[in-house]
């Protein structure tokens, strides 16, 4: 069997531990509070990325490098070891692009090495789902062609569903229009926001009050659960945007459902400079999104 290693982004949130027990390569993605960019050497923590936004900076994001990509992907190759690459939704941003174009570059220089780039058409956790899921079929022995079979069978029943707790932030990326964002917060409305099959982000209704909204998200989960096919042992994911607590409500909500495999991580500040401080998000096996 041909040697791979598994690779990601660093937008995928999986949980720094894993990352190091695991020795996975992480391409970065960027983002700027004014002509500063972070992402790769330099970076901010959650809480101080998020409290930056709180106190009215507002930062942008970038798609990840070429240079970067390349430099990464060159040492695994010169390993003599395959690649396995799951990325940001194709759908969300360049970065998949970005990746496609620089692995068929290397691929011509490295005539005897493969490098596949999975679109997990998914971002923060409902990514990083897949990398857990990709790292534990390795471990099993499965070859990478296996592998990318299995992730591209479970990709539609990643189910991802979040709440935010400031509509301006949505606003401000186009996500829903200034009046909705006004309105909704003068009357305490909470949108809640899935990731289609597609791979782009959707308005899915909307509730009145903040823990209404985290309740609606496992309700909603209770509805869409597949056991017959996705048990309780599969891996469910609790994000959150610098509230910690509410993710903790969450996350005891799903164990009183039955779960037990229960991830909490931090949005990466690329992806929460769009949901803002506060986003709350719940990752799932179940029916087709």
Not at 85 to 103: D, E, Q, T
Request: charged share 25%; aromatic share 8%.
């Amino acid at each position: 069997m041909r040697d791979y290693v598994i690779t990601t982004d660093s937008n995928s949130d999986v949980r720094p531990e894993f990352v190091k027990e695991n020795n996975l390569t992480i391409i970065p993605q960027y983002y700027a509070f004014g002509d500063t960019v972070y992402g790769d050497e330099l970076n901010m923590e959650p809480h101080e990325f998020y409290e930056t936004m709180r106190k009215g900076e507002l930062p942008k994001s970038m798609a990840n490098n070429p240079a970067v990509i390349r430099e990464r992907f060159e040492k695994i190759l010169k390993q003599g070891k395959d690649i396995l690459h799951i990325a940001f939704s194709s759908a969300l941003s360049g970065s998949y692009n970005n990746v496609v174009m620089m692995a068929g570059e290397l691929m011509e220089d490295y005539s005897d090495r493969t490098i596949r780039v999975f679109d997990s058409l998914n971002a923060s956790l409902g990514e990083g789902v897949s990398v857990y899921r990709a790292v534990e079929l390795w471990k099993q022995g499965k070859t990478m062609d296996e592998v990318w079979k299995i992730l591209e069978e479970e990709r539609e029943h990643v189910n991802v569903s979040f709440t935010v707790n400031d509509l301006n932030h949505l606003q401000r990326g186009g996500r829903v229009s200034k009046t909705t964002a006004v309105v909704g917060s003068l009357v305490n409305i909470k949108p809640v926001l899935t990731v289609t099959s597609t791979g782009e982000l959707k308005a899915d209704g909307t509730v009145r009050g903040r823990k209404k909204s985290l309740k609606t998200l496992v309700n909603r989960m209770e509805i869409a659960m597949d056991l017959e096919h996705y048990g309780k042992e599969r891996m469910v994911c609790v994000l959150h945007g610098d509230c910690i607590e509410d993710a903790e409500f969450v996350a005891d909500l799903v164990k009183d459902l039955g779960f037990t495999n229960v991830v909490i991580n931090d949005v990466s500040p690329s992806i929460g400079t769009h949901a803002g401080p506060g986003v709350i998000g719940l990752v799932f096996y179940g029916k087709s999104r």
